[in-house]
């Protein structure tokens, strides 16, 4: 079975520019995340969707951060204007739904470096 | 609210010696508790969870945990260490019936000959 994809691994980027993160879940999952993880710490979400609408953005700044998932499948995360304290590894995960027991699978990440 | 603390940024170990992580958690309702681990540039992997049922969890590659509520603990062991140990772990909490994730700062594990 294919895990999570994202794309790209690594991203350098300048302050106040522009970035977009790809996120193609495991087939059949309905419930796609994406998490914001800051060296040193754990990862934090940002954004929860249940096919393409979103359960949960309450964690996501939304004055420079916006996410879609139009057809309720792959995902786009997206930076704009980009700051140097967005410098960390975006992580999405999939899960088959919201119960419990529906265990979230993650991909390996997108590490952007905002200078 | 929820939040887990685990007590340790950084565990050394032998090689073929005991591994033990600790964890605390704090939340209003009866909890999961997971932990995933993270090796180096590769995705967050689930070792196990706790939903309520046994209090004795055993997951992948011979890791275990024990939830205890009066301790409000959920510490990760495993008898003996191998080298692929090497990687950060993260001690987990959501929600009872739900599944939105709080991870905790994540103990990293260097294992030694």
């Known amino acids: 079975e294919a895990g999570v994809a994202q794309s790209p691994r690594y991203k350098i980027i300048e302050k106040r520019q522009s970035v977009a993160f790809w996120c193609n879940p495991i087939s059949g999952h309905a419930t796609l995340y994406w998490y914001q993880q800051i060296l040193g710490q754990g990862p934090k979400l940002l954004i929860q969707f249940q096919n393409n609408g979103v359960v949960d953005d309450s964690q996501l700044p939304k004055d420079r951060f916006s996410a879609e998932r139009l057809k309720g499948v792959d995902s786009t995360l997206k930076i704009q204007p980009a700051k140097l304290e967005d410098s960390a590894v975006y992580l999405c995960?999939?899960?088959?739904?919201?119960?419990?027991?529906?265990?979230?699978?993650f991909g390996p990440g997108t590490r952007l470096t905002v200078l | 609210a929820q939040s887990v603390t685990q007590l340790d940024s950084h565990v050394s170990v032998s090689e073929g010696t005991p591994v033990l992580l600790r964890c605390n958690y704090s939340?209003?309702?009866?909890?999961?508790l997971f932990w995933y681990v993270q090796h180096p540039n590769k995705g967050l992997q689930l070792l196990l969870k706790y939903t309520s049922a046994a209090t004795l969890v055993k997951g992948i590659n011979g890791f275990e945990a024990e939830f205890k509520k009066s301790e409000t603990s959920f510490h990760l062991t495993k008898p003996s260490a191998h080298m692929s140990d090497a990687a950060e772990y993260f001690c987990?909490?959501?929600?009872?019936?739900?599944?939105?994730?709080?991870f905790g700062t994540g103990t990293q594990l260097k294992v030694e000959l």
């Open positions: 995960a999939s899960s088959l739904g919201l119960a419990e027991t529906d265990t979230q699978y």
């Open positions: 939340s209003s309702y009866s909890p999961s």
């Open positions: 987990v909490v959501s929600p009872g019936g739900g599944n939105k994730l709080t």
